[in-house]
Structures are given as structure tokens and as C-alpha cells.
């Protein structure tokens, strides 16, 4: 899913990026040498790829 980047918050080893897909936001937490290499800032477009096996929702 492509977007663009909200926010970057970088940590002392990993980073969390905000993204927006048209009227849903994706969050990610990758490694911050990663973020660093891709150099993301606020505004690139990304492709958010996602692999999950299952997602599970609780209603409290």
C-alpha cells in the first residue's frame, strides 16, 4: 500500500513511522539504522508491505 510518511520518531535503536494510505494510517516499527539508510522524512511516499498469519481484535 503506498503513502506518505506522517511522522518519524526515532528511538536509540528502533524508529516508528507514521504513515497515511488515503483515510487510514499504518504504523510501523522498524530498525533506526534502517530509517536512517532509507533516510525517511516527513513526506516521502512509501510502500507499506504487510505480512501477518492472522489478526486478531478484542472489544473490551
Given amino acids: 500500500m503506498v503513502g506518505k510518511v506522517e511522522e518519524v520518531i526515532l528511538g536509540n535503536v528502533m524508529a516508528h ?29 512509501v510502500a507499506a508491505v504487510i505480512k501477518s498469519t492472522e489478526v486478531m481484535l478484542q472489544k473490551d
Fill in 17 to 45: 513511522v507514521t504513515v497515511r494510505v488515503g483515510e487510514n494510517i499504518i504504523e510501523s516499527v522498524i530498525t533506526r539504522r534502517s530509517a536512517e539508510e532509507m533516510k525517511l522524512k516527513v513526506g516521502d511516499t
